[in-house]
């Protein structure tokens, strides 16, 4: 279980309790747009420190720099084991569905091949925050939506569930975000009981205390 999951869990509950001008605004991490002093996990198991930008989207590189004056190298999320910048630790997440543009409107999930997720909490189910940048044709506007994604290991692989965080829908389009969570947590009886009471406007701060205490 991470250290900072308090923090963390604290950040996400001000997120669902928050105006619905979050859905809009772009990811606000420190390194989005500067570098900042971080350290890259590479995939044989050693680290690098130095200085790390990363824009929070599907698909997008991370770029590392050793110093002020080194060369700019980029790595695809599926390079990396991961990143630390500060508190914020990120894993590379692949080949799982969120709520995005399409979902409100077509009931279409969005599907994300590579990107990198932010690490809430681990354990038996792994927590992350993942940004997915798509456009909005009513607004016209490139936007980003914000889901908690939920992933556990199975004899077949990696299970995934996602939520999206303030993205209105209808009464129906809810119970299928509802019906998927459940289905991920059928061998968790009280937390699936809990899923099958859960309102759009309470968030999911009470099923993340849940799953925190499963950890």
Wanted: hydrophobic content about 40%; overall charge positive.
């Amino acid at each position: 279980m991470t250290g900072k999951t308090g923090f963390f869990l604290l950040l996400v509950t001000l997120m669902f309790c928050g105006a619905s001008a979050a859905q809009t605004q772009q990811p606000a991490y420190p390194f989005s747009r500067d570098f900042k002093p971080g350290m890259i996990f590479l995939n044989d198991g050693s680290q690098k420190s130095g200085l790390i930008k990363w824009f929070a989207a599907q698909e997008e590189k991370l770029i590392f720099r050793e110093s002020d004056k080194a060369p700019k190298q980029k790595f695809p999320p599926e390079d990396l084991a991961g990143f630390q910048v500060d508190s914020f630790r990120f894993r590379p997440i692949s080949g799982f569905n969120v709520y995005g543009n399409d979902f409100a409107l077509l009931g279409k999930m969005s599907e994300i091949k590579h990107t990198f997720g932010q690490l809430l909490d681990s354990g038996k189910i792994n927590t992350y925050l993942v940004y997915y940048s798509g456009y909005n044709a009513l607004g016209g506007v490139v936007q980003s939506y914000i889901n908690i994604l939920f992933e556990r290991k199975t004899d077949s692989g990696h299970v995934f569930a996602a939520y999206p965080v303030d993205l209105r829908m209808k009464d129906k389009k809810f119970e299928k975000v509802k019906d998927s969570l459940q289905i991920f947590f059928n061998d968790y009886p009280e937390i699936a009981e809990k899923i099958k009471t859960l309102q759009q406007q309470d968030g999911l701060a009470e099923i993340l205390k849940l799953v925190k205490k499963l950890n």
